[in-house]
């Protein structure tokens, strides 16, 4: 592995919480690692599997899907909704012979920009461990 290896993470972040709690801790300037794309949801329980398996697929080293707390979801049950999607999820990869340990599902409110940075450090960190997503090179052309 390289010294340089930065991991590339595709994140869904709820609107109401998750993504606010991102703004806040940029807004703070907090520091947390570069490589961290974010996909703005309106909330946790619109992600859809296939745009998770979509960017694992096509390289990324890992996927977080942020959402508001059990029981404080904006639209009443959507964060419920994605935690039993990425349960399922995480079960399909298993049996694919995929590592469903690069995908995460984290509840952080619009109040906790520090959770946030700490999050994304420690999957990150997970990820330098890991290496490398595997998949990304049996794509290549």
Not at 95 to 118: K, N, P, Q
Request: proline residues 3%; glycine residues 10%; hydrophobic residues 40%.
């Amino acid at each position: 592995m390289s010294e340089n290896f930065e991991p590339r993470i595709v994140a869904f972040l709820c609107h109401w919480c998750t993504y606010t709690g991102a703004d806040l801790a940029g807004t703070t300037r907090q520091q947390y690692p570069s490589g961290i794309r974010v996909i703005h949801l309106m909330c946790s329980g619109a992600i859809d599997v296939v745009y998770v398996l979509k960017a694992i697929l096509e390289g990324a080293d890992g996927v977080m899907i942020g959402g508001c707390h059990p029981g404080d979801c904006h639209y009443q049950s959507g964060n419920f909704k994605a935690r039993r999607r990425i349960a399922l999820l995480r079960e399909i990869m298993a049996c694919l012979g995929m590592d469903a340990d690069r995908v995460w599902l984290r509840w952080i409110s619009a109040s906790e920009g520090r959770l946030f940075v700490e999050t994304v450090r420690e999957f990150s960190g997970a990820l330098e461990e890991q290496g490398a997503n595997p998949l990304a090179q049996e794509w290549d052309i």
